[in-house]
């Protein structure tokens, strides 16, 4: 699917202009305990003329087909682009967390890292994270590492999205 920069884009976000629309694959992920997994996601980053993007990630559980048959998780947020080629990016999660990543893009690449994590009460575990994203063959390709109060930094989720009409 062809890409075309929307009318009106805020001049801040050009760098970013490439990840506009939706998103959707398939994706695995490993984590201590838990084993190998596989998930569908869809990823939708917007805009309204502002100087960021809205961000909504939602990922599920999927059948033998590729097929959505669960939700498993979701997050949402801003990314805010700043003249410096630094990004800025606010993300929550239903699970009971809120982020905040500082980063940089660098062309059709971003990289991010927490700056801070702060959890509810009722939260779970969750420390820090590395996030890398980027522009590969028209497909976004992303990689998630991720710690927790008794796991260090290390390589969660990963996925590669294919454009869809959103």
């Known amino acids: 699917m062809a890409f075309e920069i929307p009318e009106g884009l805020h001049p801040d976000l050009m760098g970013l202009a490439w990840m506009i629309g939706r998103w959707e694959g398939t994706g695995k992920g490993s984590w201590p305990g838990q084993g190998e997994f596989e998930y569908g996601q869809q990823v939708d980053f917007a805009q309204n003329g502002g100087p960021y993007l809205h961000y909504l990630s939602q990922t599920f559980e999927v059948d033998e087909n590729g097929t959505a048959v669960k939700p498993l998780s979701m997050e949402t947020g801003f990314w805010r682009p700043q003249s410096t080629g630094d990004i800025e990016v606010v993300m929550c999660s239903p699970e009971g967390w809120s982020e905040v990543w500082l980063g940089k893009v660098t062309g059709a690449k971003i990289e991010l890292t927490t700056d ?12 820090a994270g590395h996030r890398l994203y980027g522009n590969v063959e028209h497909d976004l390709l992303w990689a998630f590492d991720r710690a927790t109060s008794d796991q260090p930094l290390q390589p969660y989720m990963w996925a590669r999205l294919q454009r869809r009409a959103g």
């Not at 509810?120 to 969750?126: K, R």
Request: no cysteine.
């Open 116 to 127: 801070a994590v702060v959890r509810t009460a009722t939260g779970s575990d969750y420390t």
